[in-house]
């Protein structure tokens, strides 16, 4: 949302500020946490193995490139550097699309869905010990729930938006 030329901008509160601040914070902390322990335990960063998430999740472990850059909210050139990594690692293979000349797949490999089996324990162990273990079930709700807030007034409606996974 912008603001009319001739309007002064609705600064944050000092009380909105500091919460904007200390979200931040938190994410910055907590996303440098998981890539830690990501790389340290499988050598991977967080956003390879979200990518080996969402391809194991996937009907025959195979998803199009463009709709995994989309699930992953990242462009298309840094998802082809990613899959490159990853079937370097042998975790990944891409397929051709037989409907489409352009489109490739990319197939979860035997290799990666075991990396995934022998990584997702700590994972799940270090996402509990950042998070949800420090909050109450009460605070875990509302959390759920104003990030569901936040996600539907940001997820684009409009075909046309200018989405960093179609460039």
Request: aromatic share 6%.
């Amino acid at each position: 949302m912008t603001t009319a030329p001739d309007r002064e901008p609705r600064w944050l509160t000092s009380e909105e500020q500091r919460i904007w601040q200390a979200y931040l914070h938190a994410t910055m902390l907590l996303e440098d946490h998981l890539d830690r322990q990501l790389q340290r335990d499988a050598g991977m960063p967080h956003i390879y193995y979200g990518l080996l998430v969402r391809l194991s999740e996937a009907p025959r472990s195979r998803l199009r490139m463009t709709e995994l850059a989309m699930g992953a909210k990242i462009t298309r050139s840094r998802l082809s550097h990613a899959i490159a990594r990853l079937e370097k690692s042998g975790w990944v293979r891409r397929e051709d699309c037989p409907s489409d000349k352009r489109g490739q797949f990319a197939v979860l490999t035997d290799a990666g869905h075991e990396v995934l089996r022998q990584t997702a324990p700590g994972h799940v162990s270090a996402v509990r010990q950042a998070l949800f273990d420090r909050l109450t079930p009460e605070q875990q709700k509302s959390l759920g729930e104003i990030m569901q807030i936040v996600a539907e007034g940001l997820e684009p409606k409009d075909a046309s938006a200018d989405l960093p996974w179609l460039r």
